[in-house]
């Protein structure tokens, strides 16, 4: 089966930054003229949304003869994405070749190459809905005055539904198709911050314009249900559930000292560069083993970037509440303690129920936890923290060295009343343990681990006194 490259660009860009990697391309015997293809869509018109690109991006699929009306293959199709391409892949491969069955063996995708890609957001996302963004980025043609792309932008913003939504689809799930046998997927992301005028918007953990934890596949989901009353000796208190335990981790990644979120693209057309070397690597693989020699030279680079810049790792939070009926909180607070093992789960935390020593462990570590947190300015009740891995195991290690004993950290949530007679049940929410300074369960995933995505679902009792039931008639409000 013929084979042919596709290119899928960002946010706010267009086909004509990559012709020098399509030259590149060609001059390395990927392909021809006619068989590396770039695909466009107007990114910053407002009313587009991810839906209406890859509706566009399928029908152009099969007028370019590489899938049926079926959506069977006809050509192999290797795709290189940059940013916002990464979601806009992730989304046409879930909604036609696996949202109604796993149709995977028909799906043309057989390579994926990430660059950069915004698989977990962008700091900037918002900033691109504001004044600036509009009169940096918008559009200026008549008609269409100074659009950014709205609809997109929700959707690349931090802790946004959307991200949290196309997980559950096609990276939470028991048949994950990104791995060494079905769709060979690899991610470059550079370590370096934008310098000169760009350096305005560098934040800690990204490329410049994504978080680079968030370019990973690599998500874990923990449910904390405190939906139902737990009575005393029913049974072991378990304060939360991985739900989905086994990460994907049938993909390459890479960290690459040296290049920021546009230069990864730049040294993709180039000679002699980390880049272009590794993209080569990925297009040219031809069975597994290939591939799991290239997922170990990816992971060797990355420790050797780390080690060489110095920069730390970070590790994304994902927070969603919700109540019993499976409703959004938009209104919450969280505060994060550390204190002595052995404590009673659900036992009140105040400084009454705190020795001294805890509480100055426990205002670094809400430090910490909360050094970068985002609440989504479309559904309040997604939230993302942005952990230092080192700084907050650092926090956990003295503490245990301090207080002579182990540790944990836990987690304390408050939830306002949404008025007088609706109310939540913040008792079950007072001493929730996330996690084991002495040591985690074997069969557990690590609850701090860099350059992931942790999702937490929490769910909180709401109840209510406007309902009742009796044998004698009542009047009416």
């Known amino acids: 089966m013929s084979e042919i490259t596709l290119i899928i660009h960002g946010w706010s860009d267009c086909s004509l930054s990559f012709k020098r990697l399509k030259k590149y391309l060609i001059k390395q015997g990927i392909g021809k003229t006619d068989t590396i293809l770039y695909a466009d869509y107007e990114s910053r018109e407002d009313n587009i949304t991810f839906d209406d690109v890859i509706d566009g991006l399928n029908d152009q699929m099969l007028k370019r003869g590489i899938i049926d009306r079926n959506g069977a293959k006809l050509r192999e199709l290797n795709v290189i994405v940059h940013s916002t391409g990464g979601l806009i892949i992730r989304h046409w491969i879930w909604r036609y070749y696996f949202k109604n069955g796993n149709r995977m063996a028909e799906c043309p995708v057989r390579r994926l190459i990430m660059l950069a890609p915004a698989n977990f957001g962008s700091p900037l996302a918002h900033r691109g809905k504001s004044f600036l963004g ?65 350096g305005w918007v ?50 390459a990644f890479g960290v690459l000292e040296g290049v920021d979120h546009g230069g990864v693209v730049e040294d993709a057309g180039k000679d002699n560069t980390q880049v272009s070397a590794f993209l080569m690597d990925a297009l040219r693989t031809r069975g597994p083993g290939d591939f799991r020699r290239l997922k170990t030279r990816l992971a060797k680079v990355t420790e050797e970037s780390y080690a060489r810049t110095g920069k730390p790792r970070f590790q994304q939070f994902f927070l969603h509440v919700l109540d019993d009926q499976g409703v959004s909180i938009p209104d919450y607070t969280v505060e994060f303690f550390i204190m002595k093992a052995g404590r009673g789960p659900g036992q009140l935390i105040s400084r009454q129920t705190m020795t001294r020593k805890e509480l100055i462990h426990s205002r670094k570590a809400h430090a910490e936890m909360t050094a970068e947190i985002h609440t989504n300015s479309q559904d309040t009740s997604y939230r993302r923290l942005m952990v230092n891995i080192e700084k907050i195991k650092a926090v956990l290690k003295a503490a245990q060295q301090d207080m002579r004993a182990g540790v944990v950290l836990s987690m304390r949530m408050y939830v306002p009343d949404s008025d007088k007679g609706i109310r939540y049940a913040n008792k079950n929410l007072q001493n929730i343990i996330l996690y084991n300074h002495c040591g985690e369960a074997p069969d557990q995933p690590s609850f701090f681990y860099p350059n992931t995505t942790t999702f937490m679902e929490i769910k909180v009792d709401r109840y209510n006194i406007y309902v009742k039931i009796g044998r004698e008639a009542r009047a009416g409000d």
């Open 134 to 198: 509009v009169l940096f980025k918008g559009r200026w043609k008549i008609g269409d005055f100074l659009e950014v792309g709205r609809r997109l932008l929700e959707g690349l913003e931090l802790a946004s539904p959307y991200q949290w939504q196309l997980a559950h689809k096609d990276l939470l799930v028991s048949e994950p198709y990104f791995t060494t046998d079905q769709i060979q997927t690899s991610i470059m992301v550079g370590l370096k911050d934008y310098e000169g005028l760009r």
């Open 202 to 251: 560098n934040k800690p953990g990204t490329d410049g314009t994504v978080v680079i934890a968030g370019t990973s596949l690599d998500v874990v989901k923990l449910r904390l249900d405190f939906s139902k009353s737990r009575k005393p000796g029913s049974g072991r208190y378990c304060p939360h559930d991985w739900v989905v335990k086994q990460a994907v981790d049938g993909f």
